[in-house]
């Protein structure tokens, strides 16, 4: 079991992990493609017990073991949720169900009672809890209340935004509420090209926000959020990558992430497809077509370490079933635990043991392909 306790270390000492254990931790991606400060990490181990650490060993092993045995083993409870706190967001980027305004599920907001008594249930277990599903989670009034809630449960706390809601009295509520990581999409670095994919965006706005959390956050003298910089690589920005970490050094952002981009129209090809195949999750074939990068495995890590909440309780299997098509269980209805453990759950790790490729929600998946950069 030396190798179970070699991949737990990972996140207590991933800056000087050895390169092996490295690539065993993003090949796991357990650790969301994080890079970690020495800030990061030290507020990162803060936070771990020993309750913690044993239920990701569990995980791990259930998980390796299933690989091994080609039979679904299930042990320990999520260690990475992500809960939803709204469906609704002020853009209308065309490869979002939130922004196309596509979704066949209903549309709210988290309640914060709910999300309490969700949160009493898992934070003795939970590892991350990323803020963020579909929606602008800025939009939910209670947003930074649910935040502070969870981190005084003592919870690395995560939340994706589109950054345009970061006026200067959210931006100092955003360091009061505990969080520690923020990720900002920036997706172009002129307007002319940002709002190509971020429709009806406005960058200044983001800029200006991300400025404000900057100065907030030395007014403060907090060491947190780690604030990112992520950057969707799509064709008519490729050519910006090096401006966009000009500009993050000029305002003092933490961190760049470039991420390749999910299209939903790529097999004859798609005006959003990066020119450089580094950036792409897609392959060009010889006649034109497009495929995948990645080849669906019998296998997928995000059904044994997360699970996904959506703003009225529905718990789906991963970030794919954005329409909630799947659903494993109503946390309003029942526990988590009893959820993970239940018969559908159960079935639906068996389907992907058995054969993955003709579950719908994967066949887009990212799984075993390159996302981050």
């Known amino acids: 079991m030396s190798w179970i306790c070699k991949l737990a270390k990972i996140q207590i000492s991933i800056n000087s992990a050895t390169p092996r254990l490295r690539d065993s931790a993003k090949k796991l991606n357990f650790t969301h493609n994080m890079k970690y400060t020495p800030t990061d990490t030290l507020n990162f181990i803060k936070k771990l017990t020993l309750r913690k650490i044993g239920n990701m060993v569990l995980v791990i092993s259930s998980y390796y073991l299933t690989k091994y045995l080609k039979k679904p083993i299930q042990w320990g409870l999520p260690f990475t949720i992500s809960i939803e706190p709204t469906t609704a967001c002020n853009l209308k980027c065309p490869e979002c169900p939130s922004g196309l305004r596509a979704f066949t599920r209903p549309t709210g ?18 590892l991350y809890l990323i803020f963020y599903f579909q929606g602008e989670p800025y939009i939910n009034p209670r947003f930074l ?40 999409s920036l997706d172009g670095t002129t307007q002319e090209v940002y709002e190509q994919y971020r429709k009806e965006g406005k960058l200044d706005k983001v800029i200006e926000g991300t400025k404000n959390l900057v100065k907030w956050k030395k007014l403060l ?31 003092g952002v933490d961190e760049v992430k470039l991420k390749t981009a999910q299209v939903y ?3 004859n090809g798609n005006s959003l497809i990066p020119d450089n195949p ?4 897609y392959l060009k074939n010889g006649d034109n077509t497009y ?30 079933d954005k329409d909630a098509t799947h659903e494993m ?3 309003k209805q029942n526990s988590l635990k009893d959820i993970w453990q239940q018969k559908s759950y159960n079935n639906f790790r068996k389907r992907i043991v058995k054969s993955r490729s003709s579950i719908d929600i994967c066949a887009n998946c990212s799984e075993g392909c390159k996302v981050w950069s």
């Open 109 to 126: 907001n988290l309640k914060e009672d709910f999300f309490r008594k969700t949160i009493d249930q898992i934070h003795q277990k939970l």
């Open 145 to 184: 209340e649910m935040v502070r809630y969870a981190h005084n449960q003592g919870i690395y706390t995560i939340t994706s935004t589109n950054g345009h809601f970061l006026d200067d009295d959210n931006a100092r509520q955003t360091i009061e509420s505990g969080l520690d990581r923020i990720i900002i």
């Open 278 to 281: 580094k950036y792409s999750r």
């Open 221 to 251: 003298n907090s060491k947190h959020p780690h604030i990112i910089f992520q950057f969707l690589v799509v064709k008519p920005n490729e050519h910006q990558i090096p401006e966009v970490y000009r500009l993050a050094k000029e305002i």
């Open 291 to 320: 495929s995948q990068k990645n080849v669906l495995a019998n296998h997928c890590w995000k059904l044994w370490h997360s699970a996904v909440i959506t703003w009225d309780g529905t718990v789906v299997p991963c970030c794919f």
């Open 329 to 331: 269980g109503n946390l």
């Open 265 to 267: 129209d790529y097999l």
